[in-house]
Each structure stands twice: as C-alpha cells, then as structure tokens.
C-alpha cells in the first residue's frame, strides 16, 4: 500500500482555500522560503504536500505573535537546517515581550509616584542621552526627535549644554516608548503625557494602560500557540525528521 504522505499532492489552491488565501500569496509564501521548495508535476504545475500545508498552518499560528518579517525568518531557518538559529529568533520575541511587560510596570510605578506638578520633580536619578536611549533600545535621535515633539523635556547642563533627563523626563520618555510599541501616534502621546504631566497620577491613562496590559496577555497566548504549532512542525519535519514532503523511509529488512 502507498504511503499516505507519498500518496496525497496538493495544488496551490488547496492551500489557499483552507485559510482564505489567494494562490498568489500560497506561491510567494514559497518563494519567500516560508514553505519548502515544492516538486513540480510533469507538466510544470507545483505539487504541494501535507508538509508543505503544515508549515502554512505554522506560519499563520506564529504571525499573531511574531510579526510578519519575524514568523517568516523562523520557517526560513527551520527550511535552512538552522533549528537553533529559529529558536533564537522565537527566543528574542519573548524577550522583547518581557521587556514591554517590565516597561508597562515601571510606566505605572513612575505614574504612581508622579507629583501633581511635574516641574516640581526632584532631580533624582539623573542620565544622558546616551544612557537613556541604549536602555530603552532606541537611537539618540529618536529621542531629539520626542523632545522636538513635546513629548520629552530634558534640562541643559549650564557647563556642558548637555541634555540631562530627571525622574520626570525619564518617566516621559519611558511612555512615549510604552505607547509608541502600542502604535499611538506622536500627536496622541502628546497629549496623554500632557495629561500626565498635570493630572499628578496613573488616573488619565488607567484605560490605555489597562488595554495595554490586555495586549501583551493576547501577545503572549499567541505566543504560545505558535511555539506549540513550531514544535509539532520540528517533531516531524525538523532535524531528526524527514528533510522532504515524503514519508520516512521504510527500514530495510532484518
């Protein structure tokens, strides 16, 4: 009896029907590396099999959480024999995950201890440009560029003219960074920091902080359905697995 891997071939839009996809985006997902390299019929038409649907499936699963351009690398690695290098990569999101989560919480202690007037801030925890760019994961210019925008006041050091960044420019800068990664626009965080600024407590963004943390919990269940989905797919067709479409192959008589 043929193998049922060997048996069943599938055309692009057998793929794409499944999740409403256009067979367009079935062969660009091939090209892109996100699924294998396909096998051509005799007459030059792709022949797709159930791995190939797999790693479809996979990529969808990964997308909520990975992003595009993040989910695609992933499977290209998986395809180029590089298992470490996707779990690297699934390593990194994670890690950027953590990092928002830490950022959202220290968002909320600054806010929980913002004064009502916030020129009135003490000068406590002092940093620089520099500092305060490379712990926020940002270029310096991206920094100039809020303080252009309103949404980031550091003083200037009489002596130096350098820029100084107190407790209060820290915490504004720490929101603007928050509420950027959420997709708010400068002219939208500019007035919640306004609001922040003058309101002297977490009051004015309880709702944007709290769908924030809304967020992060989707992105983290996404999270997890795709790792489960990358796990099943390496199981069967990673490194130890078969490195085709085909089925293993039958061992040799004893």
Do not use: C, K
Request: aromatic share 4%.
């Amino acid at each position: 009896m043929r193998n049922l891997q060997t048996a069943v071939r599938l055309r692009p839009v057998d793929l794409a029907r499944e999740h409403g996809l256009s067979t367009q985006a079935v062969r660009n997902y091939e090209a892109a590396g996100i699924l294998p390299p396909a096998d051509r019929t005799d007459t030059g038409y792709r022949a797709y099999t159930p791995r190939h649907a797999q790693a479809l499936r996979v990529f969808l699963a990964l997308l909520p959480g990975h992003g595009h351009g993040t989910a695609a690398a992933i499977l290209r690695a998986v395809h180029d024999g590089d298992e470490a290098g996707a779990l690297r990569l699934v390593d990194e999101t994670h890690a950027q995950l953590l990092a928002d989560r830490r950022t959202l919480r220290a968002v909320e202690d600054a806010l929980r201890g913002l004064e009502p007037d916030a020129r009135r801030a003490p000068h406590r925890g002092e940093t620089f440009i520099g500092p305060l760019a490379s712990r926020l994961r940002i270029r310096p210019a991206t920094l100039r560029q809020w303080e252009r925008a309103g949404l980031v006041r550091p003083r200037r050091d009489p002596a130096t003219g350098y820029r100084v960044y107190d407790a209060a420019a820290v915490r504004d800068a720490e929101l603007t960074h928050l509420l950027r990664r959420g997709g708010y626009r400068l002219e939208q965080i500019a007035q919640l920091v306004e609001q922040v600024r003058t309101a002297g407590g977490l009051e004015p963004l309880a709702g944007t902080l709290a769908g924030w943390h809304d967020r992060l919990t989707v992105r983290g269940r996404a999270l997890l359905g795709g790792a489960a989905a990358l796990e099943a797919y390496l199981r069967r067709y990673g490194s130890d697995g078969p490195v085709s479409g085909a089925a293993p192959a039958a061992a040799p008589p004893a």
